[in-house]
């Protein structure tokens, strides 16, 4: 069955370094998103991705993050410099216009 | 706004019990779509079901149900029988036509207790 793919599953990271999450989605999805959840919280929207070119975005999603599909086929999020309240789980999600089908998630620390 | 109420925080039940999650949305689109997904303690989001606004036939897989009632806009969750395996972390979502992304509600969690 196919999934969708984020490495690492576990990044640890010092404040004020630079992060790239990556993420291989299901190959013929179109629409791509990322979440988080800090921990024990709801699950939040940061981004969706279509047609090559950010589709909507949050508030969260300021100018520290940003996002890229660099071959066709990965996905990555970028966080600039990282602060502790990035802390959280990031979700990976793909779909073809239904359902969204969500990577197991990159828990990131920031110490 | 809040566009998608889940009320229930915590819900604990004894196996083999049944148990419905509720699921209160909120839109002005009439044309939307809705979601269950099960985060279990490892924690990935796991996809049980999507329902279009313009079918309003309950579903049912499994020990799984849901009922959409888009006159209260509810679409809850029963689980019958209840498994420990069914314990985890439930997430209602709804997603709307001119938009891509998906709104989720906090969250109910469920312990089903052997």
């Known amino acids: 069955e196919p999934e969708v793919t984020q490495t690492p599953s576990h990044q640890v990271t010092q404040m004020g370094q630079e992060v790239i999450l990556r993420c291989v989605p299901i190959?013929?999805?179109?629409?791509f998103y990322w979440y988080r959840q800090i921990l024990g919280q709801k699950v939040e929207f940061l981004v969706s991705?279509?047609?090559?070119?950010?589709?909507?975005k949050s508030e969260i999603f300021d100018d520290q993050f940003s996002v890229e599909r660099p071959d066709g086929s990965n996905f990555t999020l970028k966080i600039r410099s990282t602060k502790l309240e990035d802390s959280a789980m990031y979700f990976c999600?793909?779909?073809?216009?239904?359902?969204?089908?969500f990577g197991q998630g990159t828990r990131l620390t920031v110490v | 706004a809040q566009k998608v109420t889940q009320a229930q925080t915590e819900i604990s039940v004894v196996e083999k019990e049944d148990v419905t999650l509720d699921c209160v949305y909120e839109?002005?689109?009439?044309?939307?779509?809705l979601f269950w997904y099960k985060q279990p303690p490892s924690g990935e989001l796991v996809f049980l079901i999507r329902r279009n606004s313009f079918d309003e036939q309950n579903e049912i897989s499994g020990r799984y149900s849901w009922n959409f009632q888009k006159s209260t806009s509810s679409f809850n969750f029963t689980i019958t029988a209840s498994q420990v395996v069914d314990s985890a972390v439930y997430f209602c979502a709804l997603r709307e036509l001119l938009g891509n992304q998906f709104y989720f509600g906090t969250g109910t969690s469920l312990t089903v207790i052997p």
């Open positions: 839109t002005r689109d009439t044309t939307y779509y």
């Open positions: 999600a793909s779909s073809e216009g239904g359902g969204a089908f």
């Open positions: 190959s013929n999805h179109l629409y």
């Open positions: 991705f279509y047609n090559n070119e950010i589709s909507e």
